[in-house]
């Protein structure tokens, strides 16, 4: 029977069926036969030890990798064997890292744009959407900052702003407050919310932090490659 709490096939933006990925060189099994379906709108958190095959799973997800077996979905398009994968990322997805992965030589505002070549967006609109997005995540003042004139916690404001360039269904994270201070790890999981809440997009998050597992609607444990748990988190939670 199906869990009523867990989101219905139909309605999945993502979705892993028995999904393994082997490392031949260290016969290494990261995953084995994992099946998720991640609701459209839906805040999952995916939590585990290290080695339990987080990363992993979220790099397949983001068809940053390829499975060993099994078929990844998203929106209806499955991404092993398609030959548009960086125009599916470009478009459909968003990225955030823990170690936020800016240009060194690029200014916020241009940092913010990478996205935007592959993405709908004409080019004379890609500077002011930009700005835009800036502005969302609390950076007006910064737009001609390289990134070490920023802050810790404002480059991954900036990171969260180039993710959402070309207005992706799915926002992926890898531990996104795992550089930040207490404060500055607050503030994005502030944005999340708004995100999830204004704009109803998909999110993913890689943890190890039950503070941040705790802003999401449900919540995945992975333990050696497989899922241990799934299910909602309690509202008094949040």
Not at 56 to 62: D, E, F, R, S
Not at 92 to 118: C, D, H, R, W
Not at 210 to 232: F, M, N, Q, T
Request: net charge negative; proline share 7%.
């Amino acid at each position: 029977m199906n869990d009523p709490a867990l989101p219905e096939a139909s309605n999945c933006l993502l979705r892993a069926e028995c999904v393994s990925r082997l490392y031949p060189d260290g016969d290494v099994h990261a995953l084995q036969d994992v099946s998720l379906c991640v609701g459209r709108g839906e805040y999952l958190a995916i939590m585990g030890p290290s080695g339990s095959g987080k990363s992993t799973l979220l790099n397949l997800l983001g068809a940053l990798d390829t499975p060993s077996s099994g078929t990844i979905l998203l929106d209806g398009e499955r991404l092993e064997g398609s030959a548009n994968l960086s125009r599916i990322r470009a478009r459909k997805i968003g990225f955030v890292f823990q170690s936020f992965y800016l240009l060194p030589t690029l200014t916020a505002l241009e940092n913010v744009q990478i996205p935007m070549f592959e993405g709908p967006w004409p080019p004379q609109e890609h500077a002011p959407r930009a700005r835009e997005l800036l502005a969302s995540v609390g950076l007006a003042d910064r737009h001609h900052h390289l990134p070490c004139q920023l802050s810790v916690g404002q480059r991954q404001r900036v990171a969260i702003a180039r993710a959402m360039a070309n207005d992706p269904p799915l926002m992926l994270a890898d531990e996104p407050t795992g550089n930040l201070d207490s404060r500055a790890g607050g503030e994005v999981l502030d944005l999340f919310d708004r995100l999830h809440r204004v704009s109803n997009v998909t999110l993913v998050v890689i943890t190890h932090t039950p503070e941040v597992a705790a802003r999401a609607e449900r919540v995945v444990h992975l333990r050696d490659g497989h899922i241990e748990s799934d299910a909602r988190n309690s509202p008094c939670g949040k």
